[in-house]
Every structure is written in C-alpha cells, then in structure tokens.
C-alpha cells in the first residue's frame, strides 16, 4: 500500500504534469529559442541576444509595446467594471432575472473567430447594418475598425463583448459567497444602501475581483484573434499588439527567433504587471 | 442464436479479410497539396480527372490566401516530406527557391517548356532554373455595369485597346455614376493588393523597388509612388466615387454584382465568378492608365511546385507532369478562366469559345502592357508590409509617411537577404 504521506502528491500529480508539460516546458522552449536563429536554408544556430537587440533597435516593436500597454490599461479596468457591474445587476432574485444571465454569459458561447467576423460584418462601412442603424438616429456613419482613432476602441468593445459575461459568472459567485448576517449587521447599524455597498460589498469582493482582474490581465496581453481577422494591426499600427507582431514575425518573416523574443518580452511584462496587480488588490490586513 | 465456434471463426476471418482490403486501399497514394479556397466546383474535377488517370489521389486542401500563404510558410519550414506539392504564387518562386523549398523541374518538363508561352516561364524561374510551373497567367480588365451606364446616359467604355480609357477619364464617369444617397459606388478595384495596384504607380512612371531587387527606401517611397498613391487615395477620400475599406476581392464582387459599383477593375476570374448574379449585363474594357504615364497590366499567377523533400517524389512529378498536358489545362481554363499557359490553347480556342472581346484583351495586354510584380527573394516581405500600407492610404492615412514606414520596415526585413 501507498504511504499517506505520499497520497497528496499521486492525486496532484496529473495537474503537475499537465503543468509542466503545457505551461511550463513552452515557456522554458520560448525563452530558450529566442536565443536562437534560422539561417535561410534552415540552420538553426545560437544567436545570443541578437533579436534582442533587434527589437530595440526596431521602431515597429516599440510602437507595438506602447499599444499593447495603453489597450491592457484601458481594457482591464473597462471588462472588470462591466462585468462587476451586470454581476450587481443578476444578483437580486428578481423574477426572470435567469433569462438575462443566460442572455449576459451567451457571448462566451461564441467562439473568438466567429465573434470578430459577425462583427467585422456587423460594422462594415458599406454592407453592416450598424451604421445603418447610426445614420438612422441622426449619428451618422463610422468608420470602427477602418479608422486610426476608432480601431483600438472597437477592438475593445469587441472583447469586452464577449469577455465580461464570463468575468461576470467569477464576481456573482463571489457576491453569493458574502454571508447575509454580514449586511443585516451593516443595516441594524443604520447603513444605507451606498454604504453597505462601499464598506461591505467592495472589502469582501477584494478577492475575487483580485482573481479576475489577474486572469484577464494575462488574457488580454495575448489579445490576438480579432487583431488578426479584423485589422492585421491596422489602420497604421494603431491595433498592432505585441501578439500580432509575435505572430507577424514567426508565420510572414518566417523568423521564430524573433517571434520568440517578443513571446518572451511578454511573459516577462505579464509577469510583472501580475505581480503589481496582486499587491495593488491586497487587503490591508494583508498588506501588513 | 448461439454462434457456433464455426461461424465465429468465419466471421473473423471475413473482419481480417474486410480490414486488410481496407488498409490497401489506404495505401495508394494521396498526395497532400495545399490549394487554393477557390470554391469546391472549380477544384475537385481536376482531382478527380487526374485520380482517375493514374489512380493517385491529390488531397487538395482548400485555404483562402492569406492563410495558404501562412500555412506553406509553417509547413515548408517544418523541413519535412508534406506537402508533396503546393501552389506557388509567381512572385514567391524566388522566395521558395532561395530557402530549398522548390524542386527544379528543367529536367523533367525538358521536352514540354517549348509548349508554354515564353512569358509564362518568367515568374516560375529563379537562378535560370525553372522552379514552377506555370498554370496559366493573369492580367486585370475593366468590367462595367452596362445598366447603370445607360441609366445615366453614358457612352459605354471601348473595348478596343488602342481606345484605352485614361484613369482622368475614368474617374469622370466615376463621379457620373456615384450616388450616395442610394450607395451606389462609381468604381473600385477588387482589393488591395499590390497585385492589382502596383500598376497605378507603375503607370505613373514608378520603379517599385531598386535594380538590385531589396532596396525599398527610394522606391516603395519614391514620388512617383507617392503621387500615384495618393492619387489613389483621393479617389475614396476626396471624390468619394469609391468604396473605403473594401480590402477583399469576396466583397467587391458582391457590391458589383448587386449593382451598387458601377465599374470594376478585376482579373478574368470574374467572368465565372459573376455567373452567380442573375440578370447582371456587364461589358469588358482594358486596363485604363494614366494620361502622363504608360498602359501596365499586373500580370502573373498561380504554379504548382513539388516539395524536394516529398516522400512521394514519383506521384508528385506524375501531378505536375500531369497537369502540364493539353486536357488538363484546358480542363483547367473551363474551371477557372486564368489565360492560358499553353501555346496550343491560346491557338485552338481563338476566335472559337473565348468570350469576346475579353480573349483580344487579354491577349493584347499580356503582348504590350504586362508588368510582373518584382522577382525579389523578399517578396513575402515586400508585399505584406506594401499591402498594409496601400490598405493604410485607402483608409485615410498620410501617402508619404505611410509609404515611408513601409520602405524602411520592408528594407529591414530585406536584410537578411543580402
């Protein structure tokens, strides 16, 4: 028989392997080859820091690191106030409030593909309907995803679209998990409603919202698919993210080196900016 | 029923007998072979007729371009035995060719290259070997909506190339037959590629990329360049007589085949691919050119290859070699309607099934105006970072500096060539 000492780590083990094999192995592979480069017959040799040092010298790549920051300060913030938002919203019983949370987390059903592409159809300039739809009401049409200023703020909308039901489903979990007894003591001691809200609701959703600010930090700083269908980074760089540069490098420029530079300056920033996250949202007993 | 230890042993051995017919049948050879999405009508009979000549199956797999571009990219540099063979786009023959992605087929088409139209055999040779094979070529005409030219009382354009139409005069009748109020677009090309515009500043008088076929800055961003592109910028931004981010050949098509374009600049692809609108009476004119410049015509097209690393090198010559014969391209031709690159068809079909006038057009165009897209190394290169930019100036961006980011970043990536 197996010690029980032992017994713990036989059930982790296929998490830990699965880990291990799928996370951690690509990274150790990424971070390795992008030291590396291909000559034009195939040769894979040691370049050190060589793409590197392209990168620091290439204003695309710079430019790409800007735009990937600004959309990860903007969308990250945006999807974690939408989603707490409507979790508020489907939190009370009211009647047929299942409806609407199914209605909310329906997005998620969608895969990322088809959403950019029912989008780039929904607001293209000449055959969509929403502009349509804009003109109708005396907007006027847009230009969205074809213009330098609206690009990057389609993109959001898009992903946001699509991502805040499901941060939604993480938040209301959440809301259920706070102990009524907690708000009956807050009203016997005279709060109202932006009170409980601020000093019971807030503090006690600190974790959660920790967790889904986190986990959509990482997936937002891998935003790929719609850059991809919908603007191939366009109009002039104003959507090109790290990841489509990344992409652009291993599958048009056929240099993986380079492409795993960028993959590994990412992880890094994820990396740090996770780590700021955690301490940003920690509680202050915590912080102690 | 019980099932005696007779019957079970026969119905054993039929399973083993069944299984191992089933696994000979899976042994014949399908030889894997990325095409192009063009749709399935227009692909699998030429599969099929050459399955049923030889017995060897070809797996087309049909991508739309950009990812058949991006797929042969991942699999070629995989370095192994698939795809057997592949569609190669003219202008990346080089490309292929420089990183040992190609056979040479000298040697095995040696008594055939004489059936081919010299100036097919430019785009699929590399080093003075031939590296692909060339399935026809290409050249880009004028199709005009015959209705709405009579609606607005316009004579209709001349088909005769000598009559050729200026883009100056183009663009007046443009403006005749743009109608906002009801979305209706006076011209546009088919898409954005430099494949198709690359001879607005060809015709203006532009060298699109140094002598030594990887220099960009000067070229790409030239003023000849400039100026032509911006020319072609006006025309969606400024007259508004065309439609503005219609990047894709899929969407242009359908606004002219819904009557919502007037005129459009596409390749003889068309005349199969506007059959699907009922009741569209369109009318075929050349290129129009510049008034300042000269007539130039994109010309060039799809080639198979063979993968020097395929584990099925017999099968996949037998395809090329195949494809390569008379029926084939004429079966070809029927599906698809790229002008020929056998001498013998061009000969056989003149004046007999070619629709008129396109046929004298074309030909026309592929003798005086023809201009192939640079035979550099770095094409890929080339191409990617100047269709982002001619998509760019469609959409509103400054000419110049956009044409002066796409020079420097194609000459970054030239590097590695030199």
Known sequence: MISSRWTPFLFLAPALAGLLIFRLTPILVAVGGSLSGVSLMGELRYVGLENFEYLADDPEFWESLRTTLYFNLLINPIQLAVAFALALLVFRPLPGVWFYRTLLVLP??????????????????????????????????????????????????IATWKGAGYWMLFLLAGLYSIPSTVYEAATIDGANGWQRFRYVTLPLMRKPMAFVLVADTAINFLFFAPVYILTSGGPSGSTSVLMFQAYRAAFTF??????????????????????????????????? | MQIGRRQFMAGLATT??????????????????PWMGWPEE?????????????????????????????????????????????????????????????????????????????????????????????LGTSTQILFYNKKLFAEAGLPEPSADPAKRMTWEEALSIAQALTKPEISQFGIAFENCNPYQLLALPQSW?????????????????????????????????????????????????????????????????NLVGFEKFEGLDFGVAPHPYFAKGTPVTPTGSWHIGINPRTAHMEEAKAFVRWLSTRDAMDLWFELRQYPPSLRQIWEERASTNFIDPV????????????????????????????????????????VRATLDRAAQNIDREMRKYR
């Not at chain 2, 960009?216 to 400024?238: I, K, P, R, S």
């Not at chain 2, 592929?366 to 930019?389: I, M, N, V």
């Open chain 1, 254 to 288: 056929s240099d993986i080196g380079r492409s795993l530079a960028i993959s590994t300056v990412l992880l890094g920033i994820i990396a740090i900016i996770v780590v700021l996250e955690f301490r940003f949202m920690r509680s202050p007993e915590e912080a102690k």
């Open chain 1, 108 to 157: 998620m059903a969608v895969s990322t593909g088809i959403s950019a592409v029912l989008f780039g159809l929904f607001l293209d300039g000449n055959l969509g309907p929403m502009n349509g739809f804009l003109e109708w009401i005396g907007i006027g049409a847009q230009p969205f995803h074809r213009s330098h200023d609206q690009a990057l703020y389609t993109l959001i909308g």
């Open chain 2, 205 to 269: 008088g532009a060298e699109v990329i140094g002598p030594d076929q990887l220099t960009a800055a000067g070229y790409v961003n030239g003023d000849a360049m400039v100026d032509a592109m911006t020319w072609y910028q006006e025309l969606h931004q400024t007259h508004k007589v065309a439609p503005v981010g219609t990047f894709q050949t899929g969407v242009t098509q359908e606004m002219f085949g819904s009557g919502k374009l007037a005129m459009i600049v596409g390749g003889t692809w």
């Open chain 2, 359 to 398: 046929w004298e057009i074309v030909q026309h165009e592929l003798e005086h105006t023809a201009t192939p897209r640079p035979a550099t190394p770095g094409y890929r290169e080339y191409e990617d970072f100047l269709k982002t930019a001619m998509q760019d100036i469609n959409t509103g961006a400054d």
């Open chain 2, 42 to 134: 227009q692909v699998a009979p030429l599969m099929a007729a050459f399955e049923k000549e030889t017995g060897i199956k070809v797996a087309a797999e049909r991508l739309p371009i950009a990812e058949l571009f991006k797929t042969l990219e991942v699999r070629l540099q995989a370095r192994n035995e698939i795809p057997d063979v592949y569609l190669v786009d003219g202008p990346l023959t080089a490309s292929y060719a420089a990183r040992g992605h190609l056979l040479v087929l000298d040697e095995m088409l040696a008594d055939d290259l004489e059936r081919f139209l010299p100036s097919t055999l430019v785009q699929g040779t590399y080093d003075e070997k031939l590296y692909a094979m060339p």
């Open chain 2, 16 to 33: 083993t007998l069944l299984g191992s017919i089933g696994r000979a049948g899976a042994q014949s050879t399908t030889l894997s072979a």
